[in-house]
């Protein structure tokens, strides 16, 4: 009977790595699961020896002031791994816990064969990266259709399996009638939420014909949101249902950009960096932190401005109204945009990602 380990860090990889227990069980009716994850994950069988809302730390300052909690989090993966003696290592994003956990599993347990299933973005930033992801694990299985020629140029391999988000969002879309609703994605981690919604809401009372739903992370309580919401003001926990209703949507950057696009809601992009007024010199400082012209997914994958950024120093209030004044009034501009979304949207492939993804897996593990 073969053992898998996944790790997933945040509610994104929980609900994709769920989805890829799913699959392999179908290619190997005896396995188990044990992991580092989420209740989507222990919800198709894998036993958790540590739940992601203690791991969800991003940025410097976030993982400086849950150091210990950082720490412990290494720990509980490390004992859990020589414990556990898996036939597999399944790493889903969470690339800074991920790699440093590969490399031990690569030290520790030789027989472990790893995979990277929805590896770092190296292609938009950390290149040298990839080096270290080839070293260290046995497939990587990519999740957009560039990935494999990006590798190629180092001389690596990777296989393009398909894109999970493509795949969770297809049942909700559909011809639902858009309402005067703006929903508000302030992303998954409690420090972003604090430091993104305030800002995101009093943009969208701007426009006071429209009604205000926010999207709320599985990982986080009623409590960390409550403070910030007048009445009226709801609070949801169906994330694709009110992206599918709404007429526009303020995004935190990642993930949630690409789902929003495939549910055909015309968005904004928002991301706080910490010390964001001395990153005013963001446009000329760009390409020496990034190797991409563009911040969130959907511009990467169209290869131009879909969707307007708000980053860092121009996340105001101005802007994001700015770009919503566009979506709601300006018919053109909110046309083009779902046009691309539809490119992008065909671009991405129709396949099953976790299916092929398990095949890839079973078939190093058990023959």
């Known amino acids: 009977m073969a053992k898998y380990f996944l790790i997933a860090g945040e509610a ?7 989805a890829l227990i799913e699959q392999l069980r179908v290619c190997d009716s005896n396995a188990s699961f044990v992991g580092l994850g989420g209740d989507k994950m222990a ?7 540590r739940h992601y809302s203690r791991m969800a730390f991003m940025g410097f300052v976030a993982v400086l002031q849950n150091i210990r909690t950082v720490c412990q989090n290494f720990h509980i993966a490390q004992d859990a791994l ?7 290592l399944i790493l889903i994003d969470y690339p800074s816990f991920n790699l440093r956990i590969a490399a031990f599993c690569r030290k520790l347990l030789p027989n472990t064969k790893i995979f990277y299933y ?3 973005k190296v292609w938009a930033w950390k290149r040298r990266r990839v080096h270290q992801i080839a070293r260290l694990c046995d497939e990587v299985l990519g999740i957009f259709p560039f990935e494999p020629a990006f590798y190629a140029k180092y001389g690596y391999q990777c296989t393009y399996v398909g894109n999970p988000t493509r795949e969770e ?10 309402q ?14 604090l430091h993104c919604l305030p800002k995101m809401l009093t943009a969208a009372r701007r426009f006071a014909d429209y009604k205000i739903v926010i999207a709320a992370a599985p990982g986080l309580n009623d409590e960390v949101y409550q403070p910030y919401l007048l009445d009226g003001e709801k609070l949801t926990r169906d994330t694709y249902s009110v992206v599918s209703e709404a007429k526009a949507a303020i995004v935190n950057s990642g993930t949630a950009t690409l789902e929003t696009a495939l549910l055909g809601c015309p968005q904004v992009a928002v991301y706080h960096l910490a010390f964001s007024q001395l990153i005013g010199i963001l446009r000329w400082a760009r390409p020496l932190i990034f190797d991409i012209p563009y911040f969130t997914l959907v511009n990467i994958l169209a290869g131009k401005e879909v969707i307007h950024e708000c980053i860092a120093n121009d996340f105001t209030e101005r802007k994001i109204v700015a ?12 046309q ?3 046009a691309q979304y539809e490119h992008i949207y065909s671009v991405l492939g129709a396949s099953s990602p976790s299916a092929t993804a398990a095949k890839i897996i079973c078939k190093a593990i058990l023959h």
Do not use: W
Request: glycine content about 6%; charged content about 25%.
């Open 118 to 120: 929805i590896p770092p």
């Open 323 to 334: 770009a919503l004044e566009s979506i709601l009034y300006d018919g053109d501009y909110t």
């Open 336 to 338: 083009k945009m779902l």
């Open 169 to 178: 969002i297809e049942k909700y879309r559909n011809n639902t009638t858009r």
């Open 43 to 49: 919800a198709a069988g894998c036993r958790l020896y």
């Open 82 to 88: 020589l414990a556990e003696q898996p036939d597999a």
């Open 12 to 18: 994104s990889g929980d609900t994709h790595a769920s």
């Open 180 to 193: 005067n609703i703006i929903a508000i994605l302030p992303g998954s981690r409690k420090s972003e939420v």
